[in-house]
């Protein structure tokens, strides 16, 4: 078999030799020896350029990367999207293998409403601090930035330097931007980095929470991200249960308890039975769809109000009617969630905050994490830091911890302000 594909390849270069040849001629074997020459430094160059990506990979250099969003960019023409949806890159993107988080701790579910909510308590032990990101928006340039000022990932923004902390997602990875897909890749790639190293993966966790732009219904995704990922039928299949990024978003939980505090994207409403929707996994549809469900409510930012809130607002507090702003109402609700999920606060994406930071209000017990990082929204860079060590402390504890030491108590803000301030 060899012999024929190297005599037929011989042949073909006969022919060409013949069609190639012309009257007035240098000697053969010295046009062969240039040809032999070129061939050699060819050869080299090739060798070279690959050596030096060899070293960019090994120095964690991110030119490869730099390569590919310059690519993705130019790639990417608004205008044709609508035209010839798929024609660019209509094949399974190639995602890393995802592992499900594993976590015996988490598996502890509250809310029989909402299935996919966990706990994880008690867990100080193994963590420092809480990070929270809020909304992302599919800019991917931003949120790296962002995981570089938090002291996630180093300078490079490519590897995890930190130890003994939790990254916290609370949705709306999706959409406005166009690298939402490649936020997600940039995640399970950090993850990665975890599972491989024994001694970060014990003292380190990467969670999420789900948003309403990640609601497998309403395939909320911006124009040029479509485009680039195989228009509508690209992708749906994404979204789908055998596709990585389908499969990460149906394991997305609503809401997370970490400690005292509870991440969820748009807020839970008191009145949970209000809420009940039903959960369905089967027809890949989270319903959880309600205006005042927790990926959706406005009850948690005040300036939100539609006139109909407010009239619930004043129905609820008949007696007194006009004593009650909006702000107190809303107050008045969060207190009621976390005394009743038992936590200290409720922390929340989904509004963005149009001062460009992260605000805490109700006495600390509601942190708006959603300071439009992304570039739709404005660019701006805020994240909240939690101390776990000051701020799991049992019941009593806590009371003599306060009152000897009131710094403490405020150590969680001032790390807040700290880096929402670097924008
Ligand atoms: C992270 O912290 C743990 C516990 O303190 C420690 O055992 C481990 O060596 C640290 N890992 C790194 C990479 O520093």
């Known amino acids: 078999m060899t012999i024929l594909t190297f005599s037929a390849r011989q042949g073909d270069e006969e022919n060409s030799l013949k069609k190639a040849a012309k009257p007035a001629q240098s000697p053969s074997h010295q046009s062969n020896k240039r040809r ?37 960019f130019v790639r990417v023409k608004p205008k044709e999207a609508k035209e010839t949806p798929g024609q660019v890159e209509n094949k399974k993107v190639p995602l890393p293998k995802l592992q499900l988080e594993k976590n015996p701790k988490e598996n502890k579910k509250f809310f029989q409403n909402y299935p996919e909510a966990y706990v994880m308590k008690g867990i100080s032990q193994k963590y420092d601090r ?70 970060l993966s014990e003292h380190n966790l990467i969670l999420h929470t789900l948003g309403n732009h990640e609601h497998l219904k309403y395939h909320y995704v911006n124009d040029n991200e479509l485009y680039k990922r195989g228009g509508e039928e690209g992708w749906k299949n994404i979204l789908s249960l055998s596709h990585n990024v389908g499969y990460f978003l149906r394991q997305t939980p609503i809401a997370r308890i970490v400690e005292s505090s509870l991440f969820v994207h748009a807020g839970i409403h008191p009145e949970i039975s209000l809420l009940r929707e039903k959960y369905s996994p089967d027809n890949n549809v989270l319903l959880l769809t309600g205006e005042n469900g927790p990926i959706w409510t406005r009850y948690f930012e005040s300036k939100f109000y539609t006139e109909r809130m407010v009239e619930d607002i004043s129905d609820l507090s008949e007696t007194n009617k006009k004593s009650v702003s909006n702000e107190e109402y809303m107050c008045q609700l969060v207190e009621q969630t976390v005394q009743k999920l038992g936590v200290s606060r409720m922390i ?56 000897t030491d009131k710094s403490k108590k405020k150590t969680p803000q001032k790390n807040l302000n700290k880096i929402s301030q670097q924008n």
Not at 136 to 152: M, P
Not at 355 to 369: A, F, M, P, T
Not at 371 to 377: E, L, N, R
Request: charged share 20%; with cysteine; proline share 2%.
């Open 36 to 72: 032999y020459i070129t061939l050699r430094c060819s050869l080299i160059f090739i060798f070279l350029v690959l050596c030096l990506l060899a070293l960019c990979q090994a120095f964690n250099l991110n030119i490869i990367n730099s390569v590919h969003d310059i690519l993705s």
């Open 130 to 199: 809480i990070i929270a990101i809020g909304d992302l928006h599919g800019d991917l340039r931003q949120f790296r930035k962002i995981l570089s000022l938090c002291g996630v990932v180093d300078k490079n923004l490519r590897r995890w330097i930190t130890n003994r902390t939790i990254l916290v997602q609370t949705g709306d990875i999706f959409d406005r931007g166009s690298q939402s897909v490649e936020i997600l890749e940039y995640f399970w790639d950090l993850r990665h980095q975890l599972q491989a190293d024994p001694e």
């Open 348 to 403: 929340i994406g989904h509004n963005p905050q149009s001062d460009g930071k992260v605000n805490v209000r109700c006495n600390g017990q509601l942190i708006s994490i959603d300071v439009g990082i992304s570039a739709f929204y404005g660019n701006n860079l805020g994240a909240i830091e939690i101390d776990l060590k000051t701020d799991n402390i049992p019941k009593k504890k806590k009371i003599t911890a306060l009152k």
